[in-house]
């Protein structure tokens, strides 16, 4: 089965650092791996996916991720953290449902992101 | 975009007792998608709607505890019935942004406490 591992329940990070939120998948084929953030009291907004081509995926709010093949990893990144991007981090992979035909994300346990200031 | 509105964002219920969450999109989709969000845990897909045909269950859930309607292409609902105090978490809509992308827009969430 495709499943992605978060292997921080949280990260701290002062404003101005880079920040890292790791995600490693195990996934039979091409992985298709999304992450996603939720603000406080707020739903999932998509920040970005990895389908194919560049290892590297810019997405909102300067983030982007690094796909890995060979260490099966696609950790978030962004060069200077901002308080405002205190949130709770998911990553996922998109997985196909038996029987169905239908595409569902499978989503990590998530990770706390709380930059200082 | 997409534009997802939940009702209700949050109920306090009894055990015994059942609740419909009603979600409703301001575009035409083909699925929708309801996920449920335990205390500090992830999300977990409980179905996928599909308009005109009955909901697709994921392992570990019942149309009997989660009943589904999707009566047109705009609208769903789901029903958390027989509420017990394991079923207190944030219940999510969601839509995808293109059909095929994985690309999801979610509601903000409807979060039941059950006492």
């Known amino acids: 089965a495709q499943s992605v591992a978060q292997p921080e329940d949280q990260v701290n990070v002062a404003e101005g650092n880079p920040l890292t939120v790791k995600c490693t998948y195990s996934?039979?084929?091409?992985?298709?791996l999304f992450w996603y953030v939720q603000y406080p009291n707020r739903g999932l907004q998509f920040l970005l996916k990895y389908i194919t081509g560049d290892n590297l995926v810019k997405g909102s709010y300067g983030f982007e991720a690094e796909f890995n093949k060979s260490q099966t990893s696609f950790h978030l990144k962004k060069p200077s953290a901002l308080v405002s991007d205190s949130a709770l981090y998911f990553c996922a992979v998109r997985t196909p449902t038996p029987n169905t035909g239908f595409q569902k994300l499978v989503f990590g346990t998530g990770t706390r992101l709380l930059v200082s200031p | 975009s997409a534009v997802i509105s939940q009702k209700p964002s949050r109920d306090i219920c009894q055990r015994g007792t059942s609740l419909t969450i009603q979600c409703q999109v301001d575009?035409?989709?083909?699925?929708m998608f309801w996920y449920r969000q335990q205390p500090g845990q992830s999300l977990t897909l409980i179905a996928t709607a599909n308009q005109g045909s009955e909901a697709t269950y994921e392992s570990g859930f019942v149309i009997d505890k989660f009943p589904i309607s999707r009566p047109n292409l705009t609208f769903s609902t789901l029903t958390v019935s027989n509420m017990s105090p394991e079923d207190s978490s944030i219940y999510l809509c969601?839509?995808?942004?293109?059909?095929?992308?994985?690309?999801?827009?979610f509601g903000e969430g409807s979060r039941l406490t059950v006492l």
């Open positions: 996934v039979s084929g091409n992985p298709y």
């Open positions: 969601s839509v995808e942004r293109l059909a095929g992308t994985g690309e999801l827009f």
């Open positions: 575009s035409q989709v083909t699925m």
